[in-house]
């Protein structure tokens, strides 16, 4: 079945750092892949998405680009602030269900 | 539009007891899930809805029960609790099934089950 692997947390940065997150997939078919983002005490918000392979999405100065060849969607972002911190979600979706990735906790120290 | 909300935001309950989380959404999405978050283990599907009247089970179905009267609610309810259901349960819903649609979150329940 479909899965969605992430690398695990938490994950600490200073601020203007580089931020990295990985996330692999496992697919049957052709998915859309999602980064989602969780702040304490909140539901999940859609941060960016990419409906195809090469497809790079991008909100916030973060970006993730659909690799099919690697099955990957790694999130980047060039300079990390202390407001990015929260709970970043990979996700898949499929025609009958979204999966998540367990979650990378980021903290951006000032 | 207020989105997808959610009631209550907290619960504790005891062993055996049952309740029902409830639902809605006012943006005429055909498409409506639960999924409940734990440490460690991201968001796992519970049930799913289709449309008014679908209903459909996802990974982790036992224990609960959906139905699905109108497009706009989507109620949830715990038939009889147990420690194992302590989590923190979100509903969602998307425009349709298509894979391209984004999935709306609401706020959450923390459940506390004694």
Redesign the interface.
């Given at each position: 079945g479909n899965s969605?692997t992430q690398m695990e947390g938490p994950v600490t940065l200073s601020e203007e750092a580089f931020l990295t997150i990985n996330c692999t997939y496992t697919a049957t078919g052709y998915?859309?892949l999602?980064w989602?983002v969780q702040y304490p005490?909140?539901?999940?918000?859609?941060l960016l998405?990419a409906?195809k392979a090469d497809d790079k999405g991008s909100n916030k100065g973060f970006e993730a680009t659909y690799r099919k060849e690697t099955t990957s969607f790694h999130l980047e972002k060039g300079s990390v602030q202390v407001s990015d911190s929260a709970v970043y979600?990979c996700a898949l979706?499929?025609?009958?269900?979204?999966?998540?990735?367990?979650?990378t906790r980021l903290t951006v120290k000032p | 539009n207020a989105g997808v909300t959610q009631t209550p935001k907290f619960q504790v309950l005891k062993t055996g007891q049952s309740m029902t989380l409830q639902c809605a959404q006012d943006m005429n999405h055909e498409y409506m899930s639960w999924y409940r978050q734990d440490p460690g283990m991201g968001l796992r599907l519970i049930h799913y809805s289709v449309g008014a009247g679908i209903t459909d089970q996802g990974e982790v179905p036992n224990g609960y029960n959906v139905s699905r009267s109108t497009t706009e609610d989507f109620p949830l309810r715990l038939l009889s609790a147990a420690p194992s259901q302590t989590s923190v349960y979100f509903c969602a819903s998307r425009l349709t099934v298509d894979l391209y649609n984004e999935q709306f979150f609401g706020p959450g329940t923390r459940l506390t089950v004694l």
């Open positions: 969605v998915p859309s999602f989602y005490g909140e539901g999940l918000q859609l998405k409906t979600f979706s499929d025609r009958s269900d979204m999966r998540f990735g367990a979650g | -």
